[in-house]
Nanobody, 123 residues
Framework: QVQLVESGGGLVQAGGSLRLSCVVS????????MGWFRQAPQTEREFVAA????????AYADSVKGRFTISRDNARNTVYLQMNSLKPEDTAIYFC????????????????WGQGTQVTVSS
């Protein structure tokens, strides 16, 4: 059973920073491509960032490029999302996801999901 547990969400003022973490268990972490998605109320879950199993391939949504950084530590079975210069429109529940195949910005490609962590950015 693969489990993903996110942490690091919270309330922050616009312009501030947060770092999300996602710890994975139950599967060889280094074989998984990882992604972050987010979902605001009454919207579809949208792609934020993805990283390949080796960390060599990375992709970002246009809305977060230059502000967010995805990284992974295979020794700690953890993927991170560093979020800087946060905006009120970044407010959402952030989900970590794992893919058994290649990394992708398509949520249908991901096999396992965490429960999510709330990020709220006040103006």
């Amino acid at each position: 059973q693969v489990q993903l547990v996110e942490s690091g969400g919270g309330l922050v003022q616009a312009g501030g920073s947060l770092r999300l973490s996602c710890v994975v268990s139950g599967r060889t972490f280094s074989s998984l491509a990882m992604g972050w998605f987010r979902q605001a109320p009454q919207t579809e879950r949208e792609f934020v960032a993805a990283i390949s199993w080796s960390g060599e391939l990375i992709a970002y949504a246009d809305s977060v490029k230059g502000r967010f950084t995805i990284s992974r530590d295979n020794a700690r079975n953890t993927v991170y999302l560093q979020m800087n210069s946060l905006k009120p429109e970044d407010t959402a529940i952030y989900f970590c996801a794992a893919s058994l195949s290649m990394f992708s910005n398509n949520r249908a490609r991901y096999d396992y999901w965490g429960q999510g962590t709330q990020v709220t950015v006040s103006s």
